[in-house]
Each structure stands twice: as structure tokens, then as C-alpha cells.
């Protein structure tokens, strides 16, 4: 998937065009496929922990409202 962020994009379009609404596409200027190991990688993993601190959140806040569904209906 290359070309300076043309071929990536493209896949993201693809994954939205197939009907995944979670597409998540962040690119990092001046970097290229080894992102962790380039100059600017504490961005990146920053970028990334705080992705995953997201879907966790969201995935947290959607147990607490099925579990709560659950025992309303216990």
C-alpha cells in the first residue's frame, strides 16, 4: 500500500466503502513504514495509547450500559 499515503488511503476508503463505519486513518508526515522507529515514534506511540485508551473507554461505557440493560431485566 504505498505512495506516500495514497495507497493507505485507499484501503480506509475501501474498509468505509464495504460499510465499516470505524475507520481510523492517521498518517505521519515525513515518516514512512517503519513509524515506530522513526524520529518522531514517542508521537506516535502516544497517538496509538491514546486510540486504544478510546476504544477501551467506548467498549467500558458499552458493558456498563448492557450490563445494566441485564439486570433491569433480571
Do not use: P, W
Amino acid at each position: 500500500v504505498g505512495g506516500h499515503g495514497k495507497g493507505v488511503k485507499r484501503v480506509a476508503e475501501l474498509y468505509r466503502e464495504s460499510g465499516h463505519t470505524d475507520v481510523t486513518l492517521r498518517l505521519f508526515e515525513n515518516d514512512r513504514h517503519e513509524i515506530l522507529n522513526e524520529d518522531n515514534r514517542d508521537e506516535v506511540m502516544k497517538t496509538i495509547l491514546d486510540f486504544i485508551e478510546e476504544k477501551l473507554r467506548f467498549c467500558a461505557e458499552l458493558f456498563i450500559l448492557i450490563q445494566d440493560l441485564f439486570l433491569a431485566h433480571a
